[in-house]
Every structure is written in C-alpha cells, then in structure tokens.
C-alpha cells in the first residue's frame, strides 16, 4: 500500500493544470471498530472499511487519510466542449466565465459514490439547456455483475469456441461467438469474480480495470493461442502483430472480386476455414459463364462453390492450419481440366497468395503470378480494414446503484426503458440492453482514459452519469434535496455536509454532448 501526497486546493484549477493529486475532501462516518487507532479513519465507501492511517491510501488506492481527512484521490473530471468548434476541444477556462452550463458536463470519473448505495450520488447537478431546466445525477458505479466483451479482428483461429480464457494462468473468461472477420472473447462477469478462488477474482478484476483503462493485457487460450489484447491496437497472436482484417469470407470474396479475376485465371479458390469459395462453380463465376474446371477440393460442400471445414482451423491460410494450400485440392475432373489451366489460390486477406498452371498431365506447377491477377490480390488486400481489438464494457446498473439516484429504483429502471434519461459513462453513450434491469454497454474507447477502478471486493468500478429533465427527476423519486446548480458544483462542490470544495480535472469530450441528445431535448 503507498503512501500519497496532496495538496489541497481552494479553488478551481486553471485549465490543463495538472490536479492529478489533487484531493476531494469527503464526510466521515462513526467507525465500526471502535479500539481503532485514533490516527487512523475508516473509508465506508465500501464494505472493505479500511482503517487508513495518516498519509496512506486505502486497499483501492483511491481514497486516502490526509491530516485526519478521508479523502478521495483522483479529481473529478469534467468534460468541456467547443461550441464554436463543434467539437470537444480544450479551450482557455478564463475565456468563459461565467460557464455555460451547456458547455460543461461533470462525469462519474473521480465522482466517489459508496457501495452499496446508501447515499444520494455525490453529484446532482441542475443545469439549464435550451431553456430546459435538465438534472444529471453522477456517480462512481461499483460493479459486482459486470463483463467485457472483446472483439479482435482476425481470421486467425484463437482458440475453440467456449475454451477457457487465462490470464496469469486464472481462468478469466472463455472464447466466444467468432462474428464476421472477428474472434470474439467474453472476459471478466460475476462467475470470475466472485465464484472461484480469491486469486481468480482478484486476477479477473486487475485484468478488466486494464483493458477497460485501454491497456494492454497477454491471455492465453486453452488448446488455442497466446494473444495479447489492446483496445484500439492491433492484436498479437502468437507474438505476431496481427495486420489485415479480412475483406470477407471465401465465398463473398469470390463474389466481390469474380469480374477481377474473370480473365485473368481460370480457377480461383479463397481459402477460408469457414467457406472456402471456388470461383467458376460459385454463382458469380456461373454468371460470367465460365467454363467449369473441374477441379475437386476436400471439405463438406454447403452450396455450389462453397465449401465448409476444408482444413482445420489455425494461424496459417484463411485462419486454417494451412501451410501448403494444395493440399486442399483433391486432383481435376479430367472430362472437364484441360493442360495450361490457370489456377489462383489465395486467402481471405490476400496475404497468401499461389499461381499454378495445369501441365499436360493436369498437375499442378508453381508459376510466376501475372501482373494483372497480382493487382487483384494487391486490392484484396486494400479492402482490408486495419486489424483492432475492440473493448466494449457491459455493467449491471440495475441494483443497489439506483437508490443514489432515487428513492424508488424501479421508477428509473422504467424512465430508461421508455428514453427519457440518457445513460452515459464518462459521457461516453451507454447503449441499453432491452428486457429487464439496467444493462448497459460503453466502447471504453469512448470513455476518458483511466476511467475504471477497482475495490477489492472484487469489483470493477466505473464512471456514470443519469442525465433527465428536472422534471422527470422529481416525477421519479429523484433526491431533491442534494441538487445543486452546475455553477455551485463548479465553485465548491456538491452534497457534502462540509461543502468543502472538491478538486476538478479537465477533458474534451469526443461524443455527442450528453444533455443535447435526443429525446431529451425534443
Ligand atoms: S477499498 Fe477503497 S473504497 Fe473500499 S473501504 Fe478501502 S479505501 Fe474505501
């Protein structure tokens, strides 16, 4: 556990100031052990209770003992745009004074909160926008059910579907759904963090707080791969910088490029793991009357021209094991092959890439590619889109979260279901899963940079934001009592008893503003 040091601040900090260590001082509760230290204090932020002696931080590092004052580390952020930009470029903080409350969004990130809720949210901000009197209740979320969902862009095989995902060798999720072009990974959820051994949780916890805070994490896949994962960046497989997402499957890269490669070669295979195209059987060949070549390849034919599990699955062609790609090829229907056929096989990228050409005994010779069906692969290869990994949070805000917000939780599950609050994260949007509860899912992309935390309890903390007209709040059950103007938030903070100010940290906001977004507003 480290020791932190702060400095207190009266005030707002100039823009761009650094306020990283810059403390929110926080109310204090009776401590439960009564024989505790007297220097010590006792964080109930959340059911830890860490005693935490003078100068130290608690288990969590975000909440500390400074001069005998519990408080919290990290400055609140606030997102600011540019109207006359349009966009969420930092501008100068004493070129608008006094702030327009539609220039200005406080976020979760830093907001502190207790676990479970028994407070109002720390921030309850009443701001006017286009002459709507609007409300956005915000608050650091502390997420016992809560997973990512990671999508790696690469006809590489990972590893089997439903095969245990490790890191540091705990189980920490499984592989799931591959989706077009993409290898799916659902990490983290309650089962991991709270269902196995401590190191398990604990593991499972550092490892969302890292990719939910956009860095990089190695995990290994039962029976499958070694795959380092960063959102935003390019997967590693095997120690290898993945490069090409693929133009599409076999069959629709037939499809795609069949006028291409019309004349330039008389057969074409896409070597896929999935579906395998093959050029003059595929409809698009047989639209352009090309003459059948007869040739046979190995796998189960699923429709003419598309062939499923050619090979087994793998690192090499088309996310097969393939290394040599004839050995897919059965030999040529003689009725049909004639001698000096032109044979092109390639994969879903274009990265592999063979010319044959049948001699007079229909087998196939290795022969220099000509120039024209070169070109044709170069533009496979163009139309492929840069391999990322995408990192998408999804977080159970249907419990215990809501009472910071109102004091009957189900009216605001129901005033999300029907679109009068908008849920953002770090004022990234949230997108809502249908059904019951309040499940949401954010792009941490989107989101500020080191916006997760974590409690040891083990949960994942993160950054949201309820925003609603003033009106639908009080209709809900909203705490009245704790609201606050966005300019008294701004000068000395908000729903503390002390009204000690809290410190504040600035960032542009890529995403559509979230107090300007319909329905709100309409
Ligand atoms: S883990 Fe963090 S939030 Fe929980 S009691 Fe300790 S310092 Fe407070």
């Known amino acids: 556990m480290s020791a932190h040091e702060h400095t207190k601040t009266d005030g707002l900090p100039a823009l761009g100031a650094d306020t990283a260590a810059a403390p929110q001082v926080l109310g204090r509760a009776r401590p439960r052990n009564e024989r505790m230290a007297s220097d010590k204090i006792e964080c109930n932020a959340c059911p830890v209770l860490c005693q935490i002696s003078r100068g130290k931080a608690g288990a969590c590092d975000r909440y500390a003992n400074e001069d005998g004052v519990l ?21 100068p903080f004493a070129a ?84 077009y072009g993409s290898q799916m990974l659902s990490l983290g959820g309650v089962h991991h963090l709270t269902g196995g051994s401590k190191k ?107 062939y499923f599990q050619v090979a087994n699955p793998g690192t090499g062609w088309g996310g097969t094991d393939l290394v040599d790609p004839m050995a897919i090829v059965e030999g040529w229907d003689a009725e049909h092959a004639w001698p000096g056929q032109r044979l092109l096989m390639t994969s879903t990228t274009g990265e592999h890439a063979a010319y044959f050409v049948l001699d007079e005994k229909l087998v196939p010779q290795p022969a220099e590619m000509p120039a024209a069906l070169r070109s044709v692969v170069e533009r496979i290869g163009e139309n492929c889109e840069p391999s990322l990994c995408s990192v998408l949070f999804i977080g159970g805000a249907g419990g215990s979260l809501r009472a910071g917000v109102t004091e009957n939780p189900v009216r605001l599950t129901q005033a999300i279901k029907k679109a009068l609050v908008n849920v953002t994260c770090g004022g990234a949007p949230a997108n809502l899963w249908p059904g019951g509860g ?12 080191h916006s997760f935390g974590t409690v040891p309890t083990p949960a994942i903390v993160a950054p949201i934001e309820f925003s ?36 504040l940290s600035w960032a542009p906001s890529p995403n559509p503003w979230p107090l300007g977004r319909p329905p709100l507003l309409g």
Not at 248 to 275: L, N, P, R, Y
Not at 438 to 449: G, K, Q, S
Request: hydrophobic share 40%; with cysteine; aromatic share 4%.
């Open 71 to 91: 408080v919290r580390v990290d400055p609140v952020l606030l997102l600011r745009r540019n109207l006359e930009r349009g966009d969420g470029a930092l501008v």
């Open 96 to 179: 608008a004074n006094p702030l327009p409350a539609d220039e200005v969004f406080v976020t979760g990130v830093g907001a502190s909160t207790t676990y479970p809720d028994y407070k109002p949210a720390p921030f309850i901000v009443a701001s006017e926008v286009g002459g709507v009197d609007m409300v956005t209740v915000v608050t650091e979320g502390i997420f016992s059910y809560c997973s990512l969902k990671v999508k790696i862009d690469t006809d590489r095989w990972l590893g089997p579907e439903q095969a245990n995902v490790r890191c540091q060798g705990e189980v920490v999720g499984h592989v799931t759904t591959a989706e």
């Open 200 to 306: 398990e949780g604990r593991v499972t916890m550092e490892m969302m707080q890292a990719l939910g805070n956009q860095q990089a994490v190695e995990l290994t896949i039962d029976g499958g791969t070694r795959v380092q994962v960063q959102a935003g960046r390019a997967p590693v497989v095997d120690g290898v910088e993945e490069q090409r997402m693929r133009v599409g499957c076999g069959s629709a890269t037939i499809g795609i490029f069949a006028k291409q490669f019309w004349g330039a070669a008389d057969e074409v295979v896409v070597v896929d793991d999935h579906i395998t195209g093959v050029l003059t059987e595929h409809q698009a060949g047989r639209c352009l009357d090309m003459r059948p070549s007869g040739l046979k390849i190995r796998g189960r034919k699923s429709t003419p021209g598309r």
């Open 438 to 449: 309040i499940t949401l899912m954010v792009d941490v992309l989107r989101m500020p940079a």
């Open 468 to 503: 609603m007209k003033l009106s639908d709040y009080r209709a809900l059950g909203g705490h009245m009592a704790p609201v606050r103007p966005l300019a008294e938030v701004l000068a000395k903070g908000a729903g503390h008893d002390d009204g000690a100010p809290k410190s």
